[in-house]
């Protein structure tokens, strides 16, 4: 008979012990002694207190306990153990007499109950099945938690590739800017201004973020395309003539070839960038006279701000000028520009937040 009962069982000894509570010490020795022939690590008490202290000392897979027991009974350690864990699993203990408070138990939470005397091998099924369920909970705790853990370390290392890939872009603008700043010594600090007067156009539209970011990025390569400009047209100390001025406006053409074709968000602004920011909003602008809003929204807010600087900085044609004076010349007119070159809602913009174009021009010099 003793063979019958013999079972395996689905846990390992590390994962918790079983605790027999009851206050008659041949149950606890009977129960203790049946559950170590099978490896199953015990420890017994004689009540609730200690009970409650052993589980807070060791980790518990199963509780077996007596209903009636002195001072506190097993009902109400039951709602103890499930206040302290209620994955933990709870059989208990009664005598025929006790069946319906031990079924209300089970409707309580209870895993199962268990008439006096013991049926030893249905003991042993609902001793079993008890640390099946343990195991099982335990093991999905693990995986949830295993998953959990790779998936914040998946995010993290996305997010980490992300800032890397982000910062690349950033170091490819700023290397391919150079190249411009090699070609011509006005465009240094100039580069870094259209950005940050970008930035703050973009902001004061409540643009999107990724935009806002783009186009403070994409807009250092406005000028790119002037690598591509001969020195004696480039560099040319005196004023232009109308066909050295064509070969000037080639620079937009050649920005946006030099740019085209990526599949990154800001390379392709900036390609949009360099080819727009001369197209006007009254559509006398070059390459392709565009006007209104056929001209892509970056490079209606470069034009300003390139406007906006290209007054303000010296040059070997002309002195710098003042920012009101900069000002009433893109906001009324002076011949040569004229508010009409703009977008109506980006220079309500610029005349709302003129002061930080001032303070970027005064700040950010060679």
Not at 28 to 53: H, M, N, T
Not at 93 to 102: F, H, N, P, Q, V
Not at 146 to 151: A, F, I, K, P, R
Not at 283 to 299: M, Q
Request: charged fraction near 25%.
């Amino acid at each position: 008979m003793e063979a019958a009962v013999e079972r395996s069982f689905p846990m390992s000894l590390s994962e918790g012990l079983i605790l027999v509570v009851d206050d008659d010490a041949s149950i606890r020795s009977y129960l203790s002694s049946l559950f170590r022939k099978r490896g199953l690590p015990v420890v017994a008490c004689d009540g609730a207190v200690e009970a409650i202290a052993k589980l807070t000392e060791n980790p518990v897979a199963l509780v077996l306990s007596d209903i009636k027991m002195p001072e506190v009974s097993g009902i109400e350690l039951l709602d103890q153990i499930q206040q302290f864990n209620s994955e933990i699993p709870v059989i208990l203990m009664t005598g025929y007499g006790d069946l319906e408070i031990a079924i209300e138990a089970v409707n309580k939470g209870a895993f199962s109950f268990l008439t006096k005397p013991f049926n030893q091998e249905y003991l042993m099924t609902l001793v079993s099945r008890g640390l099946e369920r343990y195991s099982m909970v335990q093991s999905e705790k693990n995986y949830m938690l295993t998953l959990e853990n790779t998936v914040m370390r998946k995010t993290r290392e996305l997010e980490d590739a992300a800032v890397m890939a982000n910062r690349l872009s950033v170091e490819i603008v700023q290397r391919l800017s150079a190249v411009a700043e090699f070609r011509d010594s006005y465009t240094a600090a100039h580069i870094s201004r259209i950005g940050f007067y970008s930035r703050c156009i973009a902001e004061a539209m409540n643009m999107y973020k990724d935009f806002i970011e783009e186009v403070a990025i994409a807009s250092s390569l406005h000028d790119i395309g002037k690598i591509g400009i001969p020195d004696n047209v480039l560099l040319k100390k005196a004023d232009l003539t109308e066909a050295e001025r064509e070969v000037m406006k080639e620079h937009t053409i050649m920005g946006h070839k030099i740019l085209s074709g990526s599949s990154h968000p800001t390379l392709h602004m900036a390609s949009s960038i360099a080819l727009h920011h001369h197209e006007k909003w009254n559509g006398e602008g070059y390459p392709r006279a565009l006007k209104g809003r056929d001209i892509p929204i970056e490079a209606r807010i470069v034009k300003l701000a390139d406007e906006y600087d290209a007054l303000r900085s010296v040059r070997s044609y002309k002195t710098s000028l003042g920012h009101q004076e900069t000002y009433r010349i893109i906001t009324e007119g002076d011949g040569r520009t004229s508010p009409e070159h703009f977008d109506p809602e980006v220079l309500a913009v610029f005349v709302a937040i003129s002061p930080q174009f001032d303070e970027i021009f005064s700040t950010n010099q060679d």
